[in-house]
């Protein structure tokens, strides 16, 4: 099988670990050297992998192969708490609905922002994910299964610098102080303190690994207010404190 020039390549497999034939993975090998850009969806990952073109180099995959795939490539730094990661000309994703983030960013890193929106307002995307977003979503965890509930979880996360009351968050669920209290604790489980702390963490962490704001200003932009409160909370969830989160995630990607 003889190879052409490519701009990009872009593997995508099915919902299980695939088997790569020794010929793709060929294949694609000797495509890398005149391809500027590789890229992959879920576990098309592992057939980047089985090419050798994953060797000494980061990378993602969807979460719940993270071992296997760790296992298989232990030269690859596995980055699983990321929904994509772009390694020079290797790019790869989480989960396949990840696999939309990261085409958006192609888009953008190729032609600017402006197109990558207007495309993602094209298909119906309200919210297009930076790579080093999570692949794991606090909203997600709480699982709110009303919409009352719902729509005061959704504001609470766009209004993060603010007090966030539970009288302000009743008002927004159209109930009484007392009925969204009992009504949050009974569908999620946590308080709406422990929730609200949840979704500041959550965006707090996302802060430090993705932008250069200080500790002091990522602390008043999630609501914490001060520095030493944000830091008692990450100290609680993660074992450790922000500027060691931020330590660890390196230099602030240029996507």
């Not at 303190?193 to 999630?222: G, H």
């Amino acid at each position: 099988m003889g190879t052409r020039d490519f701009d990009t390549l872009l593997i995508a497999v099915g919902m299980e670990i695939p088997s790569t034939p020794p010929g793709i993975a060929s294949y694609l090998n000797e495509a890398s050297r005149t391809t500027r850009r590789l890229a992959s969806i879920c576990l098309g990952s592992f057939v980047l992998g089985d090419a050798g073109l994953l060797h000494k180099r980061r990378a993602t995959t969807d979460w719940r192969f993270a071992h296997e795939f760790q296992r298989r490539f232990p030269e690859t730094r596995v980055e699983i708490d990321r929904i994509f990661v772009a390694d020079g000309p290797i790019w790869t994703s989480a989960g396949m609905s990840a696999g939309t983030d990261l085409a958006l960013s192609l888009v953008e890193s190729d032609h600017g922002r402006e197109l990558a929106k207007g495309t993602a307002q094209g298909l119906v995307i309200h919210h297009r994910r930076g790579g080093g977003q999570s692949q794991h979503s606090a909203l997600l965890d709480l699982d709110a299964r009303s919409d009352r509930v719902q729509t005061a979880l959704a504001y609470a996360k766009r209004n993060l610098r603010s007090v966030l009351s539970i009288t302000e968050l009743a008002e927004v669920a159209c109930l009484s102080p007392r009925q969204f209290t009992r009504t949050f604790r009974a569908e999620t489980g946590v308080s709406p303190a422990r929730a609200i702390e949840a979704l500041r963490i959550e965006a707090a962490k996302l802060l430090l690994e993705q932008s250069r704001l200080s500790i002091e200003e990522i602390a008043v932009e999630t609501g914490f207010g001060a520095r030493e409160r944000m830091r008692r909370a990450f100290v609680r969830i993660y074992g450790e404190a922000p500027q060691a989160i931020r330590s660890e995630a390196g230099p602030v990607a240029a996507i």
